[in-house]
């Protein structure tokens, strides 16, 4: 047997193994990329949606305010956190001063949590024979998957 013409052939063996471990680990490395990039933002829907359901609970805490004066629970997006309102869990408040408060601690939590974080509150038209009010609670904040907001409703009953 003539061992001349079969020199290298280990070599290139070795390179095209090398080649393929360097592809499966570049697939890798995307795939791990972009399972960051996904968690990222169910972790910013998650945050969203608890802090909508957070909004519904406030509700529920001062529901004869909530279901018979809803002024005081409408909230834009445009509006600020009022500061130097009273603090309603040192002190015992009015059912419009816990309004204000619920919308100062719920807002500041959104813009803590959610980049670019808008809320709003709007009360639906209910006829006056209905025991209850509902309310669209809206959640947006910016989305790192797209260039468009992501907007999250809630709609409860109180």
Same mark, same amino acid.
């Given at each position: ?5 079969? =020199? ?70 445009? %509006? ?11 002190? %015992?408040?009015?059912?419009? &001063? ?5 919308? =100062? ?6 813009? &803590? ?10 009360? %639906? ?19 790192? &998957? ?13």
């Amino acid at each position: 047997m003539n061992y001349r013409h079969q =020199q290298g052939v280990g070599l290139i063996e070795v390179l095209v193994a090398v080649l393929v471990l360097a592809i499966g680990l570049l697939g890798l490395a995307g795939l791990q990329t972009q399972s960051l990039r996904f968690n990222n933002e169910a972790y910013f829907r998650t945050q969203a949606t608890l802090l909508a359901m957070d909004m519904a609970d406030r509700l529920r805490a001062n529901q004869e305010t909530a279901r018979t004066n809803s002024a005081l629970y409408t909230f834009t997006k445009t %509006e600020t956190v009022p500061t130097g309102g009273k603090d309603c869990t040192a002190n %015992e408040c009015t059912p419009a &001063e816990v309004a204000a408060f619920d919308f =100062q601690q719920w807002r500041a939590r959104v813009e &803590e949590v959610l980049p670019g974080g808008l809320v709003e509150l709007t009360p %639906e038209a209910t006829g006056t024979a209905t025991p209850w009010q509902g309310y669209v609670i809206e959640v947006e904040f910016s989305s790192t &998957e797209s260039a468009t907001d992501q907007i999250f409703r809630y709609r409860v009953r109180i």
